[in-house]
């Protein structure tokens, strides 16, 4: 393991030390019914926030996970509702539903990788369905969850009060950065979606919402897997180690923390230490680290 390299849990990301930070907090999480959207799901309920919704186009996975989150966690009201982040009614429901409250949190999880091939080869409409899911869904749904959000603050200041800021985490992947054969779809898509963060930290306001862009780790999920990439590091043809899905999940909630305030706008990896990470905070500050630039 690299120094300041994760990719098991570890103490300091446990999630219930921000119990007392979080507790009724509502996050949202879509793409919540299986895999790293469910790890996320856990790790938000061990951090005592008061709800956890999870959107998904699969009922019997949403109702499994809200299940077993129920049952080890009763103090937590968990929501599940069926809705495809690219159907504009689909996400008009989904905040229409959500009369007196809003969500604080917003984990822009779902997402899908076209099947990998040469862009000669490749079936154009599956090619571009990466693009409509991971960006065209990703900021629709944001766009609807800050307007839903913006809505709600400004009632709570006609009445005295002022929420804190919303959080988006956006889980990406380091393959926006990297150049990989057959993938052109998902890794451009990616890409663009971590700009796409960095300037909604310019337009909006911090005070209201703060953004950040996140790779996962290399999860065994059904992405990964679909990518092939699983197999090779198994196979050890890809020097790269398997991330625990428990720590992707334990590395998000932290983002929406307090401590992280200083990411926004920025592109994190979970493996990455958050003791290393905030023991750096000025030179990341000062010096734009994480972000995208162009060198020369």
């Known amino acids: 393991m690299a120094s300041g390299e994760h990719y098991e849990p570890y103490e300091q990301l446990a999630p219930a030390l921000l119990r007392s930070e979080l507790r009724g907090k509502v996050a949202l999480v879509t793409g919540g019914g299986y895999g790293i959207g469910r790890s996320i799901a856990q790790s938000f309920a061990e951090a005592g926030v008061a709800r956890i919704i999870l959107i998904g186009r699969t009922e019997t996975k949403l109702k499994d996970t809200a299940n077993d989150l129920s049952a080890s966690f009763q103090e937590i009201d968990v929501v599940t509702m069926v809705a495809d982040i690219t159907s504009k009614e689909d996400v008009q429901h989904i905040f229409e539903s959500c009369t007196k409250y809003a969500p604080d949190i917003l984990i822009n999880n779902a997402g899908y990788l076209s099947t990998p091939a040469e862009f000669l080869d490749a079936d154009f409409d599956d090619y571009w369905n990466s693009f409509m899911v991971n960006v065209y869904g990703t900021m629709l749904f944001t766009q609807s969850f800050l307007r839903h959000r913006k809505a709600y603050v400004e009632a709570a200041e006609n009445s005295g009060n ?6 988006v985490v956006t889980v990406n992947s380091m393959g926006a950065f990297l150049s990989m054969p057959k993938f052109s779809s998902y890794c451009s898509n990616k890409l663009a979606l971590a700009r796409w963060t960095e300037l909604l930290s310019i337009e ?3 005070e209201f919402a703060r953004f950040v862009s996140v790779h996962p780790g290399a999860v065994d999920s059904s992405m990964g897997n679909k990518s092939g990439m699983i197999d090779q590091i198994k196979s050890g043809a890809a020097q790269l180690s398997l991330t625990n899905p428990k720590l992707t999940g334990d590395f998000i909630v ?3 923390s307090r401590d992280a305030e200083f990411l926004n706008g920025r ?3 979970v493996n990455t230490d958050i003791e290393l990470l905030l023991s750096n905070k000025k030179e990341i500050i000062e010096k734009g680290m994480y972000s995208i630039r162009l060198s020369q």
Do not use: G
């Not at 002022?162 to 959080?167: G, M, N």
């Open 254 to 256: 932290w983002l929406t």
């Open 204 to 206: 909006i306001p911090e």
């Open 162 to 167: 002022t929420p804190s800021p919303a959080v």
């Open 267 to 269: 592109f994190v990896s």
